[in-house]
């Protein structure tokens, strides 16, 4: 799992657990973080979305443009040790790796 990570982000030095206690269940998480991804056409994105062009081709075009996808978010907070990757693969399991 590390490898397909650090394809996406680069080197990650340690992957954080949450330890769990009484006052979050013993799920190691209490609170949240929030993961975002925002999608500001370009005037290529503009274009295949009226030529209706796949999904897959549009986000490919905006990641190549320099959008961050929900999972791409989520991997620079596990690198941070803001948050697990169990976590963020749970939350983001429709965008691939």
Known sequence: MKKLVEKS???VEKFYRGL???KCRNAGYLGRIAIHELFVPNPVTQEMIMEQSSLKLIREEAVKAGMSTL???GLNKV???ITTI???LR??????L
């Open 9 to 11: 982000i680069g080197p």
């Open 20 to 22: 769990g206690c009484k």
């Open 71 to 73: 999972r791409t978010d």
């Open 79 to 81: 690198k941070a040790g």
């Open 86 to 88: 169990e976590e963020v």
């Open 91 to 96: 939350v983001s399991n429709s965008d691939p």
